[in-house]
């Protein structure tokens, strides 16, 4: 289940699968790429975290919105996983809908909302960086490796 999981996120970051390519396509190949950085960003964070599942006695997951996503913040690591796919695909999905309709409105002359769309796409952007980013950083200065586990001293 793990495998799978890890292979079909692979797919999605990557963008080699085409299975999973019925999603609504990245208009703008900067936003593709930008896209293609959160999932690789979140798949990192996703690795952490698995070490926090293997490490129940030493870390817990201190994110509370993440803590009740996986039913625990001491979460099951085929829990951690299967959520973060079906969360990185549903960022995929809704990114790719929100970049094109920006796209859509820039080339209509007529269409006043660009202006709305654009900040929205920046805006769902810049805070899956931020917040994902974070969270990577966060466990890397508290020596929280992708996929290891903690032994507490």
């Avoid at 970051?13 to 085409?18: E, K, M, V």
């Avoid at 593709?32 to 999932?39: M, P």
């Avoid at 990185?88 to 769309?117: C, L, N, V």
């Avoid at 900040?119 to 890397?140: C, D, K, M």
Wanted: aromatic fraction near 10%; hydrophobic fraction near 45%; glycine fraction near 10%.
């Amino acid at each position: 289940m793990i495998r799978i999981a890890l292979i079909l996120a692979a797919c999605a970051a990557l963008g080699g699968c085409d299975a999973l390519r019925l999603v609504a396509p990245y208009e703008s190949d900067t936003m593709r790429n930008t896209e293609r950085v959160w999932l690789g960003m979140h798949a990192i964070d996703t690795a952490q975290t698995v070490t926090i599942a293997r490490s129940p006695m030493c870390l817990r997951e201190a994110n509370p919105a993440a803590a009740w996503l996986y039913g625990s913040d001491h979460p099951d690591a085929g829990r951690v996983i299967a959520t973060n796919v079906i969360l990185g695909y549903a960022h995929y999905r809704i990114g790719g809908w929100i970049d094109k309709r920006t796209e859509q409105a820039g080339s209509d002359p007529d269409d006043d909302s660009y202006s709305g769309w654009y900040l929205f796409r920046a805006a769902w952007h810049g805070f899956a960086l931020l917040g994902t980013g974070y969270a990577v950083l966060h466990n890397a200065q508290a020596r929280v490796g992708p996929f290891s586990e903690v032994h507490c001293k």
